[in-house]
Each structure stands twice: as structure tokens, then as C-alpha cells.
């Protein structure tokens, strides 16, 4: 944990759905990451630029629940952050994709790890697999629920997270079901080896 963090010690509040001091101190699960990002993507181009992430990280620390940081220190935590970015910038463009973010933030183990590598997908799996996506206890995976959870799928077929690879997941889900509002029997269908083989030749063809 870097020593700005250690600082905040105030209230807290909450930015695309998801508590400010659980981004400071705790693990984020695939959606919370996921309403971050989108939160922030604020031109859905897949990257944060460097001023996107420069509100990110002032949104984080200046506002009244850190009230004994200034502007001066999240100024330098985030050039620090910046700098250690730029070892992952790979093509050097100033931008930051989603794997990137989620060096920076906690983002958990993947969720579907040791669900999708089962021979059989149960009932208990697949309540678990709801109960961890779903945000908004409505029965259904959706929006940054879906792109999290097509996320992780494609984590498990060893891809690059970034918006342009999960979009193509959420594009063939969609094929698939036929809709992007995924039920309990839906994420059965998704999570068993042949639809996830199906995902795995999508992302092949579409990304030659």
C-alpha cells in the first residue's frame, strides 16, 4: 500500500457505484472494476488518458472524506503512479488500458477460474456465479456486470484484458442468447465447456 493511501482516513463516498476507500484499501471484484472503468473511459474509446486518470486519482483523494491530503500530494502520487505506468505503456502512447488499471487497483483472482474447469456446471455454481457479478440483486447480469463477467472469461482463456477483447465477448454472448441480459440458466449455458469453447474461436477469428 503506497503512503498516500495510508493517509486517507476520513469518510467515504462512492464513484460508479463503488466505494472510494474500497479502491484504496481492499481488493475489487471484476464488476466493481468494471463500473471504475467505465466511469472514467468517459470517451469509451477502451483507454484512460492520462487526464482521465488524473480525475481518477483526484477523485480518489481530494475530496471531503481525505481532507488531510493536498492537492500538491495527489500531484505527486499521481506522477509516481504515471511513471510506474509507463513501464507497462508498452507502445509509449500515453494511455492506459484496462490490464494496466488493474495494476494500479486490486483487482481479485479470477471468479470463474475453477467454475469453468469443472466438467459440470451445478446449480450452486451458478448461483455463486450471480450472487459475485450481480450488483444490484436483480436476478440478471448486465452492463458492467456482463462486460466484468465476459471479462474473466476471457482472463481464463489466458487474453489481454481490454475493452476491445471484451466487447467481442459481450458481441457473441448476445449471438448467443440472443440477449445481453443474462439469467441464472443463461450463465449455466455461458460457463459450460462448449459455449466457453465457442467464446475461445470467437476471439481467435476476430482478433487474426
Known amino acids: 500500500m ?24 481492499k481488493q475489487l471484484t471484476s464488476t466493481e472494476f468494471m463500473q471504475v472503468w467505465f466511469h472514467y473511459d468517459h470517451d469509451k474509446n477502451g483507454y484512460l488518458e492520462y487526464v482521465e486518470f488524473s480525475k481518477f486519482m483526484k477523485d480518489l483523494f481530494l475530496e471531503r472524506d481525505c481532507t488531510d491530503i493536498t492537492a500538491r500530494q495527489v500531484e505527486k502520487y499521481t506522477s509516481e503512479m504515471i511513471s510506474l505506468m509507463d513501464t507497462y505503456d508498452e507502445d509509449g502512447d500515453g494511455k492506459f488500458e484496462m490490464s494496466e488499471l488493474a495494476k494500479v487497483l486490486k483487482l481479485e483472482e ?26 444490484n440483486v436483480n436476478d440478471t447480469i448486465e452492463g458492467p456486470e456482463l462486460y466484468a463477467f465476459v471479462g474473466d472469461i476471457a ?5 489481454k484484458l481490454s475493452l476491445s477483447v471484451v466487447q467481442l465477448g459481450v458481441d457473441q454472448v448476445l ?32 482478433m487474426i
Not at 155 to 159: D, N, S
Open 155 to 159: 482472463r481464463y482463456l489466458g487474453l
Open 2 to 25: 503506497s503512503w498516500l493511501w495510508k493517509l486517507c482516513k476520513g469518510r467515504s463516498r462512492s464513484v460508479g457505484g463503488v466505494d472510494l476507500k474500497k479502491l484504496r484499501n
Open 110 to 135: 479470477n471468479f470463474l477460474e475453477n467454475i469453468i474447469a469443472k466438467t459440470t456446471v451445478t446449480d450452486r455454481d451458478t448461483k455463486s456465479v450471480l450472487l459475485h457479478y450481480n450488483s
Open 175 to 206: 449471438a448467443m442468447m440472443g440477449t445481453d441480459v443474462i439469467n441464472k440458466a443463461a450463465i449455466r449455458l455461458l460457463l459450460t465447456r462448449e459455449s466457453v469453447g465457442k467464446l475461445r474461436e470467437h476471439f481467435k477469428s476476430e
